[in-house]
């Protein structure tokens, strides 16, 4: 193998850092969601993963739709019907790659029915090399 491709290799190897991975967990049902929520802190805590803030919206999200009783007529009869979503937000901070995906999946696999989720992971990426410190540019200008 050629030196550049033991390099590429060695960054392919390298495991992903993340500084934020943040949960949103919703559902119908107040009493799965809180149960789940306590599913996850727990699991976190035995993987030895630091669990951030936990918090829910204070009021579920409301969808109203009105329809007619009757298919064809009789217009001042009508039903209404309600979809109340509730929210849940669990955030985990400083994670590696492997830990995140084997802890994600876990967490994925025992999502009760009814309950969706979405993941957000904020990276943490090396400072590219074209930039330089304050201080390297202040001595680079007396320099000259």
């Known amino acids: ?3 550049m491709d033991l390099e590429s290799v060695d960054e392919a190897l390298l495991d992903q850092l993340y500084k934020l ?3 949103e967990v919703k559902g119908h049902d107040t009493a799965v969601l809180k149960s789940y929520e306590w599913f996850a802190k727990t699991a976190a805590r035995e993987l030895g993963i630091t669990v951030g803030n936990c918090w829910s919206l204070r009021k579920p999200n409301k969808n109203r739709f009105t329809l007619l009783k009757s298919v064809f ?3 001042k009869h009508r039903v209404q019907y309600e979809i109340r ?3 849940h937000f669990l ?3 400083n994670l590696t790659g492997s830990t995140a995906d084997t802890f994600l999946e876990y967490i994925q696999r025992n999502l009760p ?5 979405k993941v957000t992971k904020v ?3 090396a400072l590219p090399k074209h930039l330089v410190p304050p201080e390297q540019v202040v001595n680079v ?4």
């Open 123 to 125: 990276a943490v990426q």
């Open 1 to 3: 193998m050629h030196l």
């Open 85 to 87: 979503t509730q929210f």
């Open 141 to 144: 200008e007396e320099s000259k």
């Open 113 to 117: 029915e009814g309950v969706a989720m």
């Open 73 to 75: 007529i009789y217009k």
């Open 91 to 93: 955030q985990f901070h």
């Open 21 to 23: 991975v943040e949960l």
